[in-house]
């Protein structure tokens, strides 16, 4: 399967690296990082190429590599959060440092979006 640096290649055909790269105002040394590699670059950058050539972001996605699998401590944390013993929680891409108040006052200004 397919790579992303090989679906990036395939992307950018008989063209050099140089005529690419000042296209999309890069330096060809970042291009060629790119082609170089098996995971995919984050968000603008992944974008940017996209639009430069035209595919949609899903084309950077193999089967394989867009399939999710989830952790064991993904289970853990979700079968706690499905427990009574939890009724409200905000999920947040940090550790929480955030007061028990402010969680209080998030989780009732969701509920009243979501009520209405």
Known sequence: MAGFGDLL??????????QVANDLQ?????LS??????NL??????????DYYGVPLTY?????????????????????????AVKD???TFAPP???EEFKRRVADTIKQ???G
């Open 9 to 18: 290649r395939r992307l950018r055909g008989n063209r050099t690296q140089k």
């Open 26 to 30: 890069m330096p060809i040394t970042t």
């Open 33 to 38: 990082t790119l082609e170089n590699q098996e």
């Open 41 to 50: 670059p984050r968000g603008p950058v992944l974008k940017k190429l996209a």
């Open 60 to 84: 950077f996605y193999s089967s394989s590599t867009s399939e999710m699998k989830p952790t064991d401590a993904a289970k853990a944390w979700l079968q706690h959060v499905r427990s009574a």
């Open 89 to 91: 929680t905000i999920a």
């Open 97 to 99: 440092d955030f007061s």
């Open 113 to 115: 979006k979501k009520n």
